[in-house]
């Protein structure tokens, strides 16, 4: 749902996209994703090459972190890309 809607969503709240990649990933390496802009579009892929931040923790708890709740998500990189993206997911 996330990944089909992430497109629309951002334009249609007539929010800004982030110029910085944001990578999600779980402790295990079964869930690895990608959000970024880099097409002019928010989009969300498996791409695993090195992100401005990255941000482990379940899945669960990546979503949590994104819409800003608490949770055991940790972020490596730049904390300014997550309140980016963050900004423009939550508002």
């Known amino acids: 749902m996330f990944k089909a809607a992430l497109p629309y969503i951002l334009p249609f709240l007539d929010r800004p996209v982030p110029a910085h990649s944001l990578a999600l990933r779980s402790p295990d390496g079964t869930y690895n994703r ?3 802009a880099a097409s002019g579009q928010p989009r969300l892929t498996h791409d695993r ?3 401005d931040a990255t941000l482990t ?3 669960s708890d990546l979503l949590l972190t994104l819409w800003r709740r608490d949770n055991a998500a940790t972020l490596t ?3 300014a890309v997550l309140a ?4 423009a997911i939550d508002g």
């Open 84 to 87: 980016a993206w963050q900004q």
């Open 34 to 36: 990608r959000v970024d």
């Open 49 to 51: 090459t090195p992100a």
């Open 77 to 79: 990189g730049d904390p």
């Open 57 to 59: 923790g379940a899945p």
